[in-house]
């Protein structure tokens, strides 16, 4: 079998500089003109993914070299691309930057692994010859990096902007692509915490993201653009399942997924359809009553942003409670945690939540766990063996406080990142687990079969 696709990365000298309006408006421009678009985002990020699966049509993937090994950063990459005609990967923070001093895990790195080019994403304010040093220094800083095209953002006027380009040719560096003025209002996304607003949060969103594209294709040299991206055949030796398959059949899993909870990896439902279950989406604002599940996954999200509405429907959380009481299996991740606790407190406000944890959450205006987290399993629970180490990441503005005495006890060491409490994850009630971890199905491979088997592990 020989198939190619084209690809290309997207990077900056640091986070903020345009590179996700920019991927986002390129995906849909590109997919406005008929081709087939993958994207991908560096880093264990959910909240840019939204927007661009949104941008394209297909589920934005994740590559992570901190929770993934290289061969399934590279396997990911070529498997998903596979039925594409281009491969869009937006990078993280700035080109070369890593989790240490040597850039371990960068968006360099990235892209040496995907045989990548790069097009740089470059801020302009107040800036003009010496926009060129700055690319003449990201351009030798590592001889491996290919960084073909640039494109100047908060270009203040013409002038400026040839200046720049003229100073780029002297220098004998990549060409400009396309220039964004200062004032075009047209690629600017409202924040949410220290990133993008989650694109299920916005209906109006497709207008937003046609907008990035119309100012994409109004400024983009496409010719220039199609001459620097990089085809790559596929072979048929690096196609087949990332993961080991043991089908579990007749195992019905319950995946609370809506604007409340929307922060999952696309290979957790990729792998519970090849594992064989049955998937039951329930809508934690709408649906009344869990349906006829033997398990739940609670993910992510921002269920503090909804709590009043979480606390409405309290139909649903009596059936979730109930659930956990009568010994069935739940997994809960982050916002998944805050929503099994007693309450969630915002604001001033408390709202009740499902009470199946002893917990008091409590928002803070700054994030109180951010970043790479490490665990490691040393209480038996329905999910992880003991002694294993898991790789994951997390992001809340959460707080824990005991709220009730009950009977809890946690199964996770945290050797890297927060946790819930006193470096301790992974709190486990009866036959529930919920903790802060968010894991990728990539970067622990019995993830998403553990989720089944927990049916068959007693208590």
């Not at 993934?68 to 990078?91: P, Y």
């Amino acid at each position: 079998m020989n198939k190619s696709f084209k690809k290309v990365l997207i990077s900056a000298p640091f986070g903020r500089s345009g590179k996700t309006s920019f991927s986002i408006g390129l995906a849909r421009a590109l997919s406005r003109k008929g081709y087939k678009v993958q994207t991908f985002k560096k880093g264990p990020d959910f909240i840019d993914p939204s927007w661009l699966s949104m941008s394209s049509g297909r589920f934005c993937r994740n590559l992570d070299l901190f929770m993934m090994d290289k061969e399934t950063v590279l396997r990911s990459f070529i498997t998903s691309s596979i039925d594409a005609d281009i491969a869009i990967v937006e990078g993280a923070m700035g080109l070369y930057d890593g989790i240490d001093y040597l850039g371990t895990g960068s968006t360099a790195e990235i892209a040496k692994i995907i045989d990548s080019p790069i097009i740089f994403v470059l801020p302009v304010q107040r800036i003009t010859r010496s926009s060129a040093a700055l690319i003449k220094g990201y351009v030798e800083f590592d001889k491996e990096i290919d960084i073909r095209g640039i494109i100047l953002n908060k270009v203040a006027r013409d002038r400026q902007k040839n200046l720049i380009i003229n100073a780029l040719k002297h220098y004998n560096l990549p060409e400009v692509l396309a220039s964004f003025p200062k004032d075009d209002k047209r690629l600017s996304i409202p924040d949410r915490h220290l990133g993008l607003i989650p694109a299920k949060e916005r209906s109006e969103l497709n207008s937003v993201i046609d907008s990035f594209a119309d100012a994409v294709n109004e400024h983009m040299n496409w010719d220039l653009f199609f001459n620097i991206t990089k085809s790559y055949e596929v072979s048929s030796e690096v196609l087949g399942d990332l993961v080991n398959f043991e089908r579990l059949f007749d195992v019905r899993i319950g995946i609370i997924q809506d604007i409340s909870f929307s922060f999952y990896y696309p290979e957790v439902f990729d792998f519970l359809k090849k594992l064989g279950a049955k998937i039951e989406i329930i809508n934690s604002l709408a649906d009344k009553h869990l349906p006829d599940i033997d398990v739940l996954y609670i993910g992510g999200g921002f269920p503090e942003v909804f709590a009043k509405e979480l606390e409405k429907n309290d139909s649903l959380r009596r059936s979730i409670k109930e659930f956990g009481e009568n010994n069935y299996p739940i997994y809960a991740e982050c916002g998944g945690l805050m929503y099994l606790s007693d309450f969630i407190e915002n604001d001033g406000n408390k709202y009740n939540m499902v009470g199946l944890l002893p917990f008091g959450i409590h928002m803070d205006k700054k994030p109180v766990g951010h970043g790479y987290e490490e665990v490691e399993v040393f209480e038996e629970n329905p999910f992880f063996r003991k002694g294993i180490r898991i790789k994951g990441h997390e992001f809340h503005h959460s707080s824990v406080s005991i709220s009730r005495s009950t009977d809890i006890k946690f199964s996770m060491k945290v050797l890297r990142g927060n946790g819930i409490m006193n470096k301790l994850d992974g709190v486990v009630y009866k036959r529930v687990m919920a903790s802060y971890l968010h894991i990728h199905p990539l970067g622990f491979k019995d993830f998403v079969a553990n989720l089944l088997r927990s049916i068959y592990v007693c208590k």
